[in-house]
């Protein structure tokens, strides 16, 4: 248990950060699931228009610390490509 005052502070805010992380988390992984569905779903122009918000929010991530930038241009790499190669 923290004993100092700016040590009880530091707990505070890490739970506050913590909550906004999660949240931002979940934004990157369901937008990417949802380019990764409309892939498997074979639906090119919705894979794009997904992929388009995936990017901004991998981006915005990687931005804001929650992932590593290389990791989140890896993954938009990845998307793009795998779009890109979609028949129709």
């Known amino acids: 248990m923290a004993n100092t005052s700016s040590a009880k502070k530091a707990t505070r805010v890490s739970a506050r950060r913590a909550v906004v992380n999660k949240n931002r988390i979940s934004k990157v992984r369901t937008s990417v ?50 779009v890109r190669g979609m028949k129709g």
């Open 33 to 82: 699931r949802k380019v990764e569905e409309a892939i498997s779903g074979g639906k090119k122009a919705d894979a794009e228009g997904a992929l388009k918000a995936a990017t901004t929010e991998l981006m915005r991530g990687a931005n804001k610390g929650v992932m590593h930038k290389n990791a989140a241009s890896r993954k938009v790499s990845r998307l793009t490509l795998r």
